[in-house]
């Protein structure tokens, strides 16, 4: 499967926004889809998943304010940011797996990775 995330921009803090991932020769239902950032001089860290399921994890740091969606006609995934904090700035980054039925907060278990879109939030 190949992955195209988009959405991603400037915003002020307590802003929104919802980025997009895009799958292609593969149909998203069938992955566990998840999101990851990286933000200038850290390690790319767990942001949500969503499981084949529907079922949803957030990363401790997003919940209540991101909510990861799917779209199975459009076979696509979202991530949809509210109040956002300046802290949120970070490059975003869909990626997939095949291998897992729950949704995985571990990176290295995502086999598929989209090209990353970034996301900066002003104070």
């Known amino acids: 499967v190949q992955l195209q995330a988009s959405g991603g921009g400037l915003v002020q803090a307590g802003g929104s926004l919802r980025l997009s991932c895009a799958a292609s020769?593969?149909?998203?239902?069938?992955?566990?889809m998840g999101w990851f950032r990286q933000a200038p001089g850290k390690e790319r860290e767990f942001v949500a998943a969503?499981?084949?399921?529907?079922?949803?994890v957030y990363a401790d740091s997003v919940k209540g304010r991101f909510t990861i969606s799917r779209d199975a006609a459009k076979n696509t995934v979202y991530l949809q940011m509210n109040s956002l904090k300046p802290e949120d700035t970070a490059v975003y980054y869909c990626?997939?797996?095949?291998?897992?039925?729950?949704?995985?907060?571990?990176?290295?278990?995502?086999?598929?990775w989209g090209q990353g879109t970034q996301v900066t939030v002003s104070s």
């Open positions: 990626a997939a797996t095949k291998t897992r039925y729950y949704p995985s907060r571990n990176l290295y278990e995502y086999d598929y």
């Open positions: 020769g593969g149909t998203v239902s069938t992955y566990v």
């Open positions: 969503i499981s084949r399921s529907g079922s949803t």
